[in-house]
């Protein structure tokens, strides 16, 4: 079972920029495709940005530009850089593993991003 862990989330100023990280446990992190997803109340968690085993990554529409997902297999950890941060991008921030040969996602506890002078 993948156990993950998110961090870096916070208070910041639209225009600026966070790096959050997801650490990994528990299985062999290079055989999951990755993901960042986020929720605000009252709405859908939605798919902010993916990394597959292979290194491909893809994003949300909103997102295209400013963030960045990237994986570093050696220290178990995906990050998700955020740049141009807007007050729309306010959210909890879930990462998500699943495994290459399976379908059930695994997920983190969530990190809050708020976007607000």
């Known amino acids: 079972q993948l156990e993950l862990v998110e961090s870096g989330g916070g208070l910041v100023q639209p225009g600026g920029s966070l790096r959050l990280s997801c650490a990994s446990s528990?299985?062999?992190?290079?055989?999951?495709?990755m993901a960042w997803y986020r929720q605000v109340p009252g709405k859908q968690r939605e798919l902010v940005a993916a990394?597959?085993?292979?290194?491909?990554?893809n994003y949300a529409d909103s997102v295209k530009g400013r963030f960045t997902i990237s994986r570093d297999n050696a220290k178990n950890t995906v990050y998700l850089q955020m740049n141009s941060l807007q007050p729309e991008d306010t959210a909890v921030y879930y990462c998500?593993?699943?495994?290459?040969?399976?379908?059930?996602?695994?997920w983190g506890q969530g990190t809050q991003v708020t976007v607000s002078s």
């Open positions: 998500a593993g699943r495994h290459v040969m399976g379908s059930t996602p695994y």
């Open positions: 528990g299985s062999i992190f290079s055989v999951y495709h």
């Open positions: 990394i597959s085993t292979g290194g491909s990554t």
